[in-house]
């Protein structure tokens, strides 16, 4: 019989070995013995090894099918197939990424009826440890995409508990309808108005510009403003994406323009969703082709159309996000009387 090596290694030299393995091999070793299994479910180990995770791509199609890549650096964006990490049929089918938090996704599930789509379902998944949580939308609450405004996901610096927020503007009003749902409490409850308010960016475009589309989003800790515009002058059409950055939280005058990057007619509305070390970008269509990935080169000033991971298949429209793999279970989150499905 062979010594068994491992088992008079401190734990910390243990931990230490396993955080090197790939993700989807962690689970398996909780297999091999109970010792693994306490260490691999513990908060340290899984604390450890969410601040060492590289990030990742998503990618949901039309047909459920869910796959996440690596996506690490610039150096390792390859243009070729990539194998993925894991992949597996999402049990509601293709569902809308709305956002991501701590490793967990939220995906939005609408419905058509003939009039008007409305958000049907929400769902927050870890693609991971493939855990689900389904969330009914109170019909009284009427989230219905047509009035819904903004719409968020986060953790709470204080409890750490996670909430879902919806901002609606009230019919024939200025004043916002603010709901929130605390995972675990099974209910939305509404908020008076509790928000700050800052300004958009110093706009002082040129020739009366037509904005196509806007979109606020967060990438590397600060706050991202993305407006598309046309402009007709004497040289013709000239459309272009702007993108801004607070560089300082709810600072008017931390606003600061990064990138100017002129759009042909087969390049709809376009944003961020991973900023590379150098400043390059890994853009994502949203509008007209939703899942369509473009690469940006800062150095070069161009924009390419790319067909990473076969995520741009015609075949098969797109569900694109990025995320940063996590081992926490839901289960593990005390959600109480949240119904944790694991598929």
Not at 200 to 228: K, N
Request: charge should be neutral; hydrophobic fraction near 40%; glycine fraction near 6%.
């Amino acid at each position: 019989m062979k010594p068994d090596f491992f088992k008079n290694l401190p734990p910390e030299i243990i931990s230490e070995i396993l955080l090197r393995l790939p993700v989807v091999s962690i689970p398996i070793s909780k297999c091999v013995c109970k010792r693994w299994l306490h260490l691999l479910e513990s908060d340290d180990f899984i604390k450890s090894h969410f601040a060492r995770s590289a990030p990742a791509l998503v990618v949901v199609g039309d047909s459920g099918r869910l796959k996440v890549f690596e996506l690490e650096s610039e150096l390792e964006l390859d243009l070729e197939s990539h194998d993925p990490l894991t992949k597996y049929d999402f049990p509601y089918h293709r569902g809308k990424i709305k956002s991501s938090v701590n490793g967990l996704l939220v995906l939005m599930k609408c419905v058509y009826d003939g009039v008007k789509v409305s958000l049907n379902m929400l769902y927050v998944c870890n693609p991971i440890t493939r855990e689900v949580i389904k969330l009914n939308v109170p019909s009284d609450s009427q989230l219905s995409t047509s009035k819904v405004s903004a719409f968020g996901f986060g953790a709470s610096r204080i409890t750490g508990r996670y909430k879902m927020v919806c901002v609606k503007l009230k019919p024939y009003d200025d004043k916002l309808d603010c709901h929130v749902y605390t995972l675990g409490t099974g209910s939305w409850r509404r908020l008076e108005e509790c928000f700050s308010f800052f300004k958009a960016p110093p706009y002082h475009a040129q020739g009366l510009p037509f904005i196509r589309e806007r979109s606020v989003s967060a990438l590397s800790g600060c706050l991202w403003f993305s407006e598309e515009s046309t402009k007709y002058e004497n040289d013709g059409r000239q459309c272009e994406l702007v993108i801004w950055i607070m560089k300082e939280y709810g600072v008017d005058e931390s606003w600061s323009k990064e990138y100017v990057i002129p759009l042909d007619d087969d390049t709809r509305f376009v944003v961020p969703i991973k900023v590379f070390k150098n400043g390059d970008l890994l853009m994502l269509e949203t509008v007209y082709f939703p899942g369509r990935l473009f690469y940006y080169s800062n150095k070069n000033k161009t924009m390419q159309r790319i067909d990473l991971f076969g995520a741009g298949k015609a075949s098969d429209c797109v569900e694109c996000g990025l995320f940063t793999p996590t081992l926490v279970s839901l289960k593990a989150l005390g959600l109480g009387v949240e119904n944790v499905i694991s598929f």
